[in-house]
């Protein structure tokens, strides 16, 4: 164990006790987001996504120990184990090196060299590499073995399988496969052609080719599709040559007599047996990258969505947009009630039309309607047209914003959906989707299963255990970086607390309804099967803004209650945010130390006393709210335009500037300087101005601009 918090200390730049106290941590069951907000003082201040890293990487280093321990126990048994080899799986740093020494020594299943070495032939091999083997001397030896062998009929035959165990022999080399591992990754070439008559969106790859090792994740996800939906043909192609040249002079003893077979023998070697299987294992490495960099970027993406400042207190107007089928409305109120529902169908016809302006025109009369939030899916924008032309002509003072609704449909037909509003109709629920996604983006998106969400690249193509569980992280962090009302909070929202499963979460809403509401965080230690462990991880995170106790309302952890009253009664103040001003006035160490409390916990109470519901979404941009429309016919190189970022990809990101389509920044034009990754520059949600590249009406490729825009 010693040595593995070594490792993490040095990878993660943290000193050895800190990396210790984390993996303490993590094993005695506290929840990264508690770890992350309460015990800074342990981990060295690090945030929940380091975190995160930080217990991937120690359970991977976990199973490379055990996996170490097993294989040096298969060996003892074998008694194949020698103080060098010990030694040498011991400081292996990867599963790909021990499992290179291990490999001549695995059972395997039949192989041309097995039965080789089964007919006796292990001997004429070693012969071959000795410094007195000659040509002359390798056939007497080999007719010898000749009559004793029934299934090899001649010499060559007898001496074939000796070179088929030489082979083998050199495929296994630990050594062997870890230079040419590395020299495969340097120079192999993956080329890809058309294999497909038919047309694809695969073109661009027709006739392809790059180095395996600089080729983006993107990339080589579509090609890796595009293979296997029948449009393409993969291969990697090596300095074959250069290859066998090496394995020559490495492997085939100086001044060797039977050069020329021991050279055939490591092309034999090369194509059939090292080719074959370090390809694979290239691909299979170059595909859980890609996966790994996919997965990040759809965790960085959900993480920003999730975190879209809310539009609160106001009236919400979701409108779920359609032809045949209408426009579906539904008005919320500022705590997410729906107040109303219409269908209109403000396209069919003009006297249906007139009819959709009656409808609305009576709902805006009766209820007060602060904000239009449009999802941007099917007549998005000729909703918006509409919308936009009924103001002007009703002469409404009414503002609306396009939202994204990514997701609604699949919430709609949920189970969720169905106890929430089970006398609404499928497809007005989505409206009210779309409506409660502006009033509070984060307790709404977690209804929905995070991979309908909309805003990843090549998500089906993804390991899919391994992008639930990132995804779910992401969620997670999001729910307890925010916060949670305990009295308002939804079964589905709470569920995602530190500490809470969906069971514990149903049992918190049951008490909340017998209680008529929480009055205290002490009254959450009466739910079913929320133990004190469980009141431990969830208490800071969940809160109660009208409590009686000041501190239920912050995000003051119980456990620094007793400390905190210590310090208002120092100061002779009640605990309030009176109280964080004067603390924030004094000396942090000289109180740190007064007060017996570390310095994280310590400004965590402060900054919690100074704004008990604080929302760290405040401080990002709000969703710009639109006033007027914009067509795809008046696009012109050079306008300069307001949008918003739908997603990021590894390549560019899709902005939404108020047509039909969503326009793309690649990334070389993102930024005056060179941009890498763009999720260093733009997020999902954000607010950005774009200048129009160029717009082809016949394929609605937009290509926009954010060079000297956005300083």
């Keep these: 164990m010693q040595k593995i918090i070594i490792q993490l200390s040095n990878s993660f730049e943290l000193p050895e006790k ?23 003082q342990a981990t060295g201040d690090l945030d929940d996504q380091t975190l995160r890293k930080f217990e991937a990487e120690w ?82 030896y080999a007719t010898t073995l000749l009559s004793s062998i029934s299934e090899r009929d001649t010499v060559e035959d007898v001496i074939q399988g000796a070179l088929d165990i030489l082979a083998e022999d050199l495929a296994d080399r630990a050594d062997v496969r870890r230079g040419l591992r590395k020299l495969l990754l340097a120079q192999g070439m993956i080329q890809t052609k058309r294999k497909s008559e038919a047309d694809s969106v695969y073109e661009m790859y027709y006739d392809y080719q790059e180095k395996i090792e600089t080729m983006e994740a993107h990339r080589w996800l579509a090609i890796q599709r595009g293979e296997r939906e029948g449009h393409l043909r993969v291969s990697l192609n090596c300095p074959d040559q250069q290859i066998v040249s090496l394995l020559s002079r490495w492997y085939i003893p100086e001044g060797s007599e039977l050069y020329i077979r021991l050279f055939t023998m490591c092309e034999d070697s090369w194509k059939r047996l090292l080719y074959p299987s370090l390809k694979n294992e290239l691909f299979r490495n170059k595909n859980d990258l890609a996966e790994d960099e996919s997965i990040e970027f759809f965790a960085k993406n959900l993480r920003n969505l999730l975190l879209q400042p809310p539009i609160k207190d106001c009236n919400i107007l979701g409108w779920d947009p359609g032809y045949t089928h209408g426009c579906k409305l539904a008005l919320i109120d500022k705590r997410g009630d729906v107040l109303e529902v219409n269908t209109i169908y403000p396209f069919e016809s003009k006297q249906d039309s007139l009819y959709a302006e009656q409808q609305l025109s009576e709902l805006l009369s009766e209820h007060t309607v602060d904000l239009v939030a449009i999802g941007n899916g099917t007549a998005s924008r000729e909703s918006e047209h509409w919308l936009a032309n009924f103001i002007e002509h009703k002469n409404y003072d009414l503002k609306w914003l396009v939202v994204s609704e990514a997701g609604a449909s699949v919430y709609s037909a949920s189970e969720v959906a169905a106890e929430e509003f089970p006398d609404l109709d499928v497809n007005l629920r989505s409206a009210v989707s779309i409506a409660r996604r502006v009033q509070d983006p984060l307790a709404e998106l977690v209804k929905i299963e995070p991979k309908a969400i909309g805003v990843g690249q090549y998500q089906h193509d993804l390991n899919e255990n391994k992008l639930e569980k990132a995804l779910a992280d992401v969620v997670e962090d999001c ?25 514990i979460a149903t049992e918190i809403i049951n008490t909340r309804s017998k209680l008529q509401g929480y009055s205290s965080r002490e009254e959450l230690k009466d739910v079913k099967y929320l133990g004190p462990k469980t009141f431990e991880q969830a208490a800071g995170f969940l809160r109660i803004s009208d409590a009686d106790l000041y501190l239920d309302r912050t995000a003051v952890h119980p456990e620094s209650y007793s400390v905190t009253e210590k310090i208002a009664k120092h100061f002779n103040l009640p605990v309030s945010s009176e109280l964080g001003h004067t603390l924030a ?45 914009l067509q795809a016919s008046d696009l012109r190189p050079g306008m300069i335009l307001d949008g918003v970022i739908r997603n990021v990809v590894a390549f560019g990101a899709f902005v939404d500037v108020g047509i039909e389509h969503d326009g793309l920044v690649h990334v070389s034009k993102m930024a005056e300087h060179f941009v890498k990754d763009p999720l260093q520059v733009v997020s999902v949600g954000q607010n950005v101005k774009v200048e129009v590249v160029s717009y082809d009406e016949k394929t609605e490729r937009l290509e926009l601009s954010m060079k000297n825009h956005n300083r």
């Design 585 to 629: 006035e004094q000396n942090e160490q000289e109180l740190s130390e007064q007060f017996d409390l570390d310095i994280y916990t310590l400004r965590e109470i402060i900054a919690s006393l100074l704004k008990p519901n604080r929302d760290p979404r405040e401080s990002f941009d709000r969703p710009t709210l639109k006033s007027d429309i």
């Design 479 to 503: 729910v307890n970086q925010v916060g949670v009302d305990l009295n308002t909070a939804s079964p589905h929202i709470l569920a995602y607390v530190a500490g809470l499963t969906p069971r």
């Design 18 to 40: 800190n990396a210790q106290q984390i993996i303490e941590l993590l094993t005695d069951g506290n929840t990264v987001p508690f770890i992350a907000r309460y015990r800074k």
């Design 59 to 140: 359970q991977r280093l976990i199973s490379l120990d055990q996996r170490k321990q097993e294989v040096i126990r298969l060996l003892q048994e074998r008694e194949k184990l020698t103080a060098q080899l010990k030694q040498s799986i011991e400081e292996a740093d990867t599963l790909a090196v021990v499992e290179d020494l291990y490999r001549p020594y695995r059972t395997k299943r039949q192989t041309r060299a097995s039965k080789a070495i089964d007919q006796g032939l292990k001997h004429l091999a070693d012969f071959m590499m000795g410094p007195e083997a000659t040509e002359k001397g390798l056939i007497e």
